[in-house]
Every structure is written in C-alpha cells, then in structure tokens.
C-alpha cells in the first residue's frame, strides 16, 4: 500500500468519504507524496508519453501557429511566449529552436516563461533548456506574468485538472465520492452532495440509473482566468488535451502507471489520474470573455499547419530508418487511430476587427 493510500484512509476513516475531485488532487499535487511532486511521469521510462516527446515537428508546428499569431496581433514587443503545464520543457526547446530559426528578434525581444507548480518538474525544466539564452522565466501563476500580450500554450494541461462526478441514483444525481467499504478499502460511492440540473449537460435528462457526469469547475476558473488574460492584452491561446468537443455523459476518470491503464483506486500518488476534457464547456468560457473560440482534432490541426511537409523535409537525406521512425511520428500523432482523433485542439483569439 502506497504512503498517500494510507493517509487518505486515515483522512477518510477521520473525516468521512470525500469527494473526487479531492481524492483526484491529493494523488496528482500532495506536497509530499502527490504523482507530479515526486516523479517525472514523462516519457518512455515514465506512465506516458506525450506528444512533444514522440516528434520534434509537434512543438515546430506548434511554434509556427503562436508565431502565426503574434504576426496577427502586430508583431507586439515586448510580449510573453508561456507555456503552461510544461512537463520535462521538451516542447518549449522544439518551439525556441523555432522561433530562433524563423524571427532572430522575436526571440531577443519577447520573454519567455515557464508556468509550473510542481518544484521537481521545475528542476528537470531548467536542465533541458540549459543553454538556451533567452528571457526564460518560472512561475507558479499566471497573475505572476507582467501586464502585456500574451502567446500561450497548454499541452495535456486540463486533464490534470480536478473534476467532480456525480451518480445518477433514484431521482436526483448526487456527489460521486470515494469512502472505504466493509474490507476498509478504497471504494467510490454515492454521496450526500446534489448539483444544480442547469450545469448538467443535455443528454442527462435521459440518464439511466448509476450514470455518471462530469463537471470540472476548477477547469473553467483557469480557463477564465487565461481568456481575461488574452482578452485585455490582446494575444492568444492554444490547447490540447483528449477529450470531446461535444458534452455528454459517462465516467472518463482513468489512472495511467507504466503505460497500462489501471484502477483508479489502486496507488494513489504513483498514477497518473486524469478525465476527458469538455472542450465545448471551455470554448463557452472563452467566447464569453469576447474571444473567438475554434475547435478541430489534432489531426486536422497539424496537417493543416503543414506535418506531412514537414516531415517530408526532416526524412529527405535521411538514411530508410530514419524516415520510418518519421513516418511512425506522423502516423502517432495524426492518424485517426491514434492520437489524430482523440485529442483535440482549441485556438483562442480575440476577435477580428469588425467582427
């Protein structure tokens, strides 16, 4: 039994059941034992592996799209490059190779920034972009950025945020918790907690019994949060995460550990929890602070931004191995059964002029 598992069945047993989104972010941020303040989860070694990881070109197209942007915005100067959530800082090195590459004086009169909770992450952060000589800084919060636009990116950010469920039971839905049961194990029931039917999404009027929605309340607050940001300061955003871009119902609230999924319950603090993203719920957020909100699969996304290009120009001196692991790369992060259709992407901008 992990550490954490103990003290959430001492909490529990002290206390009471609690609810998911507690259980969720004791297991991810616990100060001492929690999954992202003691472990790099990235990578072959680690329980995934993300999209920067796989290829150089994501973090290159993603470079291309918020360099597209800030062309968009007027060139503005100074302006800030944030990554949100930045894992092991793989895709800001892709992007800073590219930015380099693309425009010398954006990168020596922009600043660029880290934006990261987790103090062990932050360590491994400074070691993969040492080197580079840049206004390169680490921050906790967005509120600690300075007052001017702002280029951000979220890769695989809002699936780590915590999320509440509720369980249809009788006639009313009521708060998805987690308590110990009869053996003194983890185990989710039923709570007392209801929830106001208007946050629910349409297909919950025809639930059946023991169906199971999810609301991320935390989720919206950081996205309100970063499109007050874009919206005063006139610059904008993109995120990409799994999920849907139409609501519904059903329990997406999985653990990742060494690559295979496995109970939630099971080793709380060594594996990865996460939950779907309602991208619909998010892009509401961001068109009600005025922006313009567009929403596709990653697939469509880094084809569109020019993938298949792009490797062709990476695999054309390249020896029959080499474009094979290229090829590989386009096909992970692109095909349809692979991480082309399940993740999705969200372009935040502010309006057009007159539109």
């Known amino acids: 039994m992990t550490r954490l598992k103990e003290r959430i069945k001492s909490l529990i047993g002290a206390a009471g059941p609690i609810p998911v989104s507690e259980y969720m972010a004791l297991c991810l941020f616990d100060p001492e034992e929690g999954y992202y303040t003691t472990r790099e989860p990235f990578g072959a070694a680690g329980d995934f592996i993300t999209a920067p990881e796989i290829s150089q070109m994501f973090g290159e197209l993603v470079a291309v799209w918020l360099y597209q942007a800030w062309q968009g915005a007027g060139r503005p100067l100074p302006a800030t490059f944030a990554e949100i959530g930045p894992g092991r800082g793989t895709l800001m090195k892709d992007m800073l190779r590219t930015w380099s590459r693309l425009d010398p004086a954006l990168v020596a009169g922009a600043s660029f920034a880290m934006i990261e909770n987790s103090p062990r992450l932050t360590e491994i952060q400074k070691q993969t ?51 110990l049961d009869g053996a003194d194990e983890l185990h989710f029931f039923a709570g007392a907690g209801s929830v106001d039917p208007a946050l629910l999404p349409p297909a919950a009027a025809d639930a059946p019994q023991g169906a199971i929605v999810e609301v991320a309340p935390a989720r919206s607050a950081l996205m309100a949060q970063i499109a007050e940001r874009i919206a ?117 901008l502010p309006k057009a002029k007159g539109g």
């Open 129 to 179: 972009l040492a080197g580079h000589n840049v206004a390169l800084g680490w921050h906790q919060t967005l509120d600690a950025l300075p007052p001017q636009p702002l280029f951000i990116v979220g890769n695989e950010l809002f699936d780590a945020v915590p999320i509440r469920q509720f369980v249809y039971v009788g006639a009313g839905w009521r708060e998805r918790v987690v308590g």
């Open 232 to 348: 005063g300061q006139g610059a904008a955003g993109l995120f990409i995460d799994y999920g849907h871009l139409q609501p519904g119902i059903g329990d997406t609230f999985q653990a990742l550990r060494r690559h295979e999924r496995e109970d939630v319950l099971a080793n709380p603090g060594e594996a990865d929890l996460t939950a779907h993203v309602d991208f619909a719920a998010l892009a509401d957020i961001a068109r009600a602070h005025g922006l313009d909100v567009q929403l596709s699969t990653q697939g469509e996304f880094l084809l569109g931004m020019g993938l298949l290009e792009r490797a062709g120009m990476l695999g054309a001196d390249a020896d029959a191995e080499t474009r094979q692991v290229i090829s590989d790369a386009v096909e992970r992060l692109a095909g349809p059964d692979a991480m082309g259709e399940l993740f999705k992407v969200m372009k935040v």
